[in-house]
């Protein structure tokens, strides 16, 4: 059964900085889509930052380049973390990790972390 632990949110004041990691577990590591996506309340659910594990592929979205970076533990596969700098009152959503065992980051996610609170503010 695959399982997606996250940790590190919390709150921040506005030009702060933030990491996020996640951990999972369930399914035979190598190359593998992972990624944060995030939702704000009344907000449509929006990819942050992608990779494909192994491969060292990585997609962010334009509202955070620059500014977050997605990497891979590469003493422990099966963790991904995402560190936010600059963050900015705007980025305060629920971010959720999600990952696709196999995938390349071409498809929809099958699994999907609980979810942590990430508030800015200004």
């Known amino acids: 059964q695959v399982h997606l632990e996250e940790s590190g949110g919390g709150s921040v004041q506005a030009g702060g900085s933030l990491r996020l990691s996640c951990t999972a577990s369930?399914?035979?590591?190598?190359?593998?889509?992972m990624g944060w996506l995030r939702q704000a309340p009344g907000k449509e659910r929006e990819e942050v930052a992608l990779i494909v594990t192994g491969a060292g592929r990585t997609y962010y979205a334009d509202s955070v380049k620059g500014r977050f970076t997605i990497s891979q533990d590469h003493n422990a596969e099966n963790t991904v973390y995402l560190q936010m700098n600059s963050l900015k009152p705007e980025d305060t959503a629920m971010y959720y990790c999600a990952a696709d065992p196999g995938g390349n980051c071409l498809s929809e996610f099958p699994y999907w972390g609980q979810g942590t609170q990430v508030t800015v503010s200004s």
């Open positions: 369930g399914y035979t590591y190598g190359r593998n889509c």
